[in-house]
């Protein structure tokens, strides 16, 4: 006897399919509603608000699944904020990335200090374990008094010219700005960053140089265990 293909709880379409919807989201600068017909041509009919709601409630827990880079001592943290408007209100995203420009972690703050540099320090601190070789950032003095409190004995060279991988960082996520027509609330963005980088993470290549065949096969692998991770998704 045949069984029928595993589903979310209370969905009608199998794991598979919320799992791809919140990758094509993600992956690719779309929109919603283009997401929505992509799945219409492949006879899958849902709205954009339900696909809204599959990335919400299985966003982060897809994500989790997904392998993470592993730390080391000779790391090398870039750091930068960009501003980003919220319902007129002025915030800041603060993103730290290591020298292959994967994103160790982001935190969108209302204010741009020492107290807010020192908060994401202490979260990519406790995230990643240890301290890096290096820290580069901007020329903003937050950073260097933050980093005097948390890690005195690390490195700390403030450049603009050295932060370039810090602040191409931005730029996915810049694009989906645009796409998206801006951001409402506050939370919603930094779930929104936070299923975006890790998701973009899980297709970074090591800084090295690689052949095409060796890169599309890293990206295979990539896909491979993305798809172990939709098929774990509850």
Known sequence: MSSSAPTCKNHRYPIEIVARAIWLYFWFNLSLREVEQMLLERGIV??????????????????????????????????????????????????????????LDEIVQTRRNTKAAKRLLTRLLKKQGLAPKRMITDKLRPYGAARRQLMPNVEHRAHKGLNNRAENSHLPFRKRERTRQG????????????????????????????????????????????????????
């Open 183 to 234: 951001f409402r609330p506050i939370g919603s963005l930094q779930q929104f960053v936070s299923v975006l980088s890790a998701i973009r993470n899980h297709f970074v290549l090591p800084q090295s140089n690689r052949s095409a065949s060796q890169i599309r096969s890293h990206r295979r692998q990539a896909m491979i265990e993305g798809k172990i991770a939709a098929e774990q998704i509850a």
């Open 46 to 103: 849902v709205s954009y608000e339900t696909i809204r709601r599959w990335y919400r409630k299985h966003g982060p827990d897809y994500v989790r699944r997904l392998h993470r880079k592993v730390p080391t001592m000779t790391d090398v943290w870039h750091l930068d904020e960009v501003l980003v408007s919220i319902n007129g209100q002025k915030c800041w995203l603060w993103r730290a990335v290591d020298q292959d420009g994967y994103v």
